[in-house]
């Protein structure tokens, strides 16, 4: 489905009727509907069966009759504002519940099941007032939901944006004063380090939402440790092993880039000697990606280390809202190695 199409979609406050699960819930509230009007203290125990038969039987037809209209007309709907969805709903609604009013009614009358008398009138206005209000219910219930869904999506949209732009100040400033150390004695890469700065930003700047390739978070993750070898020198090494991952995996961008920065900030900085980052990856029982970053522990932790999860949470949380339970972020620490696994649903993406 394209953009225009999911911007319609969202826009019509009415659930997809043509869904099988949403019309076994239409036939169970209709069910539901069909015991109450029939629990009359009026008749006895033998009429109230035969009420309940009835009007299960009038009221499932008019509202899969309805259900099946919606539905055909969905696609139109799509295009309308939502006062038009409302009103043709609550007339479709209406037409259908005086159609099978009036069948009902002539079938009832052809075979003696109605009392004689005037009382055609009184039927048909009885099914289109009861008709009328829980139409009119239904339809508020199904906006609220609606509203509320699309308040929480939104809320949890500006939520991932607001975790994705945490940018840290320090490599902001450590990558302008590298660029600054550059700009004389080498022109070329100092511009090389400015287009591998920029990238960061971009998808920094990016929709938080857009998962991209595999391949192309890694290449993000190299321009930034490039950035960092070119401030740490040799104190800084990169152990790859990621050949038994698929480069097409879709992947919420920067989900790798930060747990790498946070391995260099948190694990080789404090070094005099550096270390080494370790970047492997591996396909798990049931297709899911499993990529790992494992980096030294400092034997002395200096104060700064207090923030060591506020990366980790932001992936974490990031994850949660991308995959549910199904995203996960594991911590493995012992005395001279802090290792971090992100597991994820294989996806392909799509370019």
Request: hydrophobic share 45%; proline share 5%; charged share 20%.
């Amino acid at each position: 489905m394209n953009t225009r199409d999911d911007r319609h979609e969202d826009h019509l406050y009415l659930p997809d009727l043509c869904n099988v699960r949403r019309v076994f819930a239409v036939v169970v509230a209709a069910e539901l509907l069909a015991y109450v009007l029939s629990l009359s203290p009026s008749t006895g125990p033998e009429g109230r069966w035969q009420r309940w038969m009835m009007a299960s039987l009038f009221i499932q037809w008019v509202a899969l009759s309805s259900t099946a209209l919606l539905c055909m007309a969905r696609r139109l709907m799509r295009c309308w504002s939502q006062t038009a969805t409302t009103l043709y709903s609550f007339g479709l609604v209406l037409a259908v519940t005086v159609l099978v009013s009036e069948a009902a009614y002539w079938i009832g009358r052809h075979i003696q099941l109605f009392p004689r008398g005037d009382w055609h009138g009184q039927f048909l206005i009885r099914n289109l007032t009861i008709s009328a209000i829980v139409t009119v219910v239904t339809l508020r219930y199904f906006y609220v939901q609606h509203q509320l869904r699309r308040n929480t999506q939104a809320e949890a949209y500006a939520r991932l944006q607001a975790l994705q732009a945490r940018v840290r100040p320090h490599f902001l400033f450590n990558s302008m004063n590298t660029i600054a150390s550059l700009t004389r004695s080498d022109p070329a890469l100092a511009e090389e380090v400015v287009e591998d700065l920029a990238d960061l930003f971009r998808v920094n700047l990016a929709d938080a939402r857009t998962r991209i390739p595999l391949a192309e978070e890694l290449a993000l993750t190299r321009r930034y440790l490039h950035i960092q070898r070119l401030r740490l020198g040799e104190r800084l090494a990169v152990d790859e092993d990621l050949a038994a991952l698929p480069a097409d995996a879709a992947i919420p961008m920067l989900t790798l880039q930060p747990l790498v920065e946070n391995a260099v900030y948190h694990g080789i900085e404090p070094l005099a000697e550096g270390g080494t980052i370790r970047i492997s990856g591996r396909r798990e029982a049931g297709g899911a990606v499993a990529i790992t970053v494992a980096n030294p522990v400092p034997e002395a932790a200096p104060p700064r280390r207090d923030g060591h999860h506020l990366a980790l949470d932001n992936v974490r949380q990031r994850l949660a809202a991308h995959y549910g339970k199904a995203g996960k972020l594991a911590v493995e620490e012992t005395a001279d190695c802090y290792r971090v696994t992100v597991t994820l649903p294989y996806e392909r993406a799509t370019t």
